[in-house]
């Protein structure tokens, strides 16, 4: 019954900036981790970040210094904000989680975002 929705996709600039929130039906610290997938068309989809419970995250080397991923408990919120970002970050991306010791289980269903000029 875990539910999560991803906002925040949309068309951007070389160079300019977004944030995507995933938001989850409980609270983010029941998730061992909320992480970033994306998915490149006609590629497979890769982790690129993620949020730990821990409060310790995870970055793929080509998004790292560029994105960041924080949570608000709160809220039941994890954001990506999204930085210089490059054409090549065009994709879908989707919000997941996991349990301890599980992979990711729960998906939310993708927002876009296209990087052009």
């Known amino acids: 019954q875990v539910q999560l929705v991803e906002s925040g996709g949309g068309l951007v600039q070389p160079g300019g900036s977004l944030r995507l929130s995933c938001t989850t039906s409980e609270s983010i610290f029941n998730f061992y981790a909320v992480g970033w997938y994306r998915q490149r068309p006609g590629r497979e989809r890769d982790l690129i970040a993620a949020?730990?419970?821990?409060?310790?995250?995870y970055y793929v080397d080509s998004v790292k210094e560029r994105f960041i991923v924080s949570g608000d408990a709160t809220n039941n919120t994890v954001y990506l904000e999204m930085n210089s970002l490059k054409p090549r970050d065009t994709a879908v991306y989707y919000c997941?989680?996991?349990?301890?010791?599980?992979?990711?289980?729960?998906w939310g269903h993708g927002t876009q975002v296209t990087v052009s000029s």
């Open positions: 997941a989680a996991r349990r301890a010791d599980t992979g990711y289980d729960f």
């Open positions: 949020w730990q419970s821990d409060l310790s995250t």
